[in-house]
């Protein structure tokens, strides 16, 4: 891999890691016993890798843990705190997963003990969601969730009887039965709640109603990223019984046609009243002119929200248009390649969830931009965010996997996570680990 086509601002490479050739999803971490460890879900493999990043110039690749042995599992997701490990099960979406429409896979997660031994995670105990169902352009099961040690995991999953994912709480003081004790739901998503003529009809399941999630616990409430409902704030004094509070309506103006979720994420900053929500773009790998239709895409931003008043989320600024490097071979990012617009916007942005493992300033935001790449912000003044910083990996020469899309050839970046020593882990569709630090 040739580093000096990357493009870079503020920013030193201090290591990567090709992850086996396994392209990573979500990560997580933990330290213990002196060291940092550092799991990893995948795209197209239903497994865990484990890495040692106690030496981030020198990772240690661990090992890799094999899941669910079924065509169409994906562990989605993943989270580790209080020595525990939980993975999200479920299915994905066939043009991006490469999953068929009656692929097997389990619906719901699967909690491990790290703690014992943070090398070699043993499994503890597997809960299903419901009855697995065909995947129908949409991720089935579990998709993001919200643990930062404790009692309750906080889950987007879905729920037998009900349209796509739905808010749902379950007890773990026993991690080897874990119990559902809560769950909510907007009123349309409820199967039997509506008549047949009046439920809402159309061609994609991200327009309505939906949770995204994570679902982001602060104190009592809970901030979530529901699709095409916007953004949705819940009071969970009552952690049985949870009910909305807040909300602030940001589809359809923002994000839509060709993008992914509409409302994707939903992170309130730790100690101040401001939230940042995320309207989710899309890889432009996975798409063509024709899947698009040629037609010109809705913009899909980072949002800054003031909620001093929960019931009352506002909208007070738009983070700025990615910076395009000098000598980058495309005039912007939203016609990348594709010849017409694409539906260019950010994706994973990183989660303090509370975790002693990770950074938490409350002035700055990191944000894995897709093909735009891994954004830094300074958010000291919420009005004015500012780009400070940016990393755009050289784009592949070769695929981790087989590479049967139809879209141009794009470094893909996918998620980001910050440890309490500032170093930034940042994975991607296309290749594997990088780990950087920021200059200013």
């Known amino acids: 891999m040739d580093m000096q086509k990357a493009y870079s601002k503020n920013i030193e490479l201090i290591g990567y890691h090709n992850l086996e050739n396994r392209p990573g999803f979500q990560m ?108 129908d352009n949409i991720c089935l099961g579990v998709h993001r969730f919200f643990y930062n040690g404790g009692r309750y995991v906080h889950l987007a999953a879905t729920c037998d009887g009900f349209t796509n994912m739905i808010y749902r709480i379950l007890d773990i003081e026993d991690p080897t039965n874990p119990v559902e004790i ?138 700025p248009y990615p910076e395009v490097p000098e000598g980058f071979p495309y005039k912007n990012f939203n016609e990348c390649g594709l010849g017409c617009p694409g539906p260019f916007g950010p994706h994973n942005i990183h989660e303090p969830h509370d975790h002693p493992a990770l950074e938490d300033r409350n002035d700055r935001l990191y944000c894995c931009y897709f093909h735009a790449g891994l954004r830094i912000y300074d958010i000291d003044d919420p009005y004015v965010p500012k780009e400070i910083a940016y990393f755009i990996p050289p784009k592949p020469e070769k695929w981790c996997f087989e590479n049967s899309y139809e879209g141009p050839n794009l470094a893909t970046t996918e998620d980001v996570i910050v440890d309490n020593r500032g170093n930034i882990f940042m994975d991607t569709f296309h290749d594997g680990i990088y780990v950087l630090r920021c200059t200013v």
């Not at 909690?111 to 299903?128: A, F, H």
């Not at 990223?225 to 019984?241: K, P």
């Open 28 to 135: 997580a971490m933990q330290e213990a016993n002196g060291k940092y460890y550092l799991y990893v879900s995948h795209f197209r493999h239903p497994g865990v890798s484990i890495l040692d990043v106690t030496d981030p110039a020198n990772m240690r690749f661990v090992r890799y843990m094999e899941g669910p042995n079924l065509s169409g599992q994906l562990i989605n997701k993943i989270q580790v705190a209080d020595g525990l490990m939980i993975c999200a099960l479920g299915t994905g979406i066939q043009f991006l997963h490469n999953i068929g429409w009656d692929d097997p896979y389990i619906p719901g997660l699967q909690i491990y003990d790290v703690k014992t031994d943070p090398e070699n995670p043993r499994l503890l105990s597997t809960w299903k969601a419901g009855e697995a169902q065909p995947c």
């Open 182 to 319: 809560g769950k909510w739901w907007m009123p349309e998503q409820w199967d039997r709640g509506f008549m047949e003529k009046d439920k809402i009809k159309t061609k994609f399941p991200m327009d309505y109603a939906g949770l995204h999630g994570p679902p982001y616990v602060k104190g009592n409430h809970v901030y979530c990223g529901y699709n095409g409902a916007g953004m949705v704030i819940l009071d969970i004094s009552d952690i049985h019984l949870p009910q909305i509070v807040g909300q602030l309506q940001t589809f359809p103006l923002l994000g839509g046609k060709c993008s992914g979720a509409r409302c994707h994420t939903v992170l309130p900053l730790s100690k101040r009243p401001y939230a940042i929500f995320t309207n989710e773009g899309e890889r432009f790998p996975c798409l063509s002119k024709e899947m698009i239709g040629g037609k010109a895409q809705p913009l899909n931003v980072l949002g800054m929200v003031d909620c001093t008043d929960v019931t009352d989320p506002t909208l007070i600024a738009i983070f």
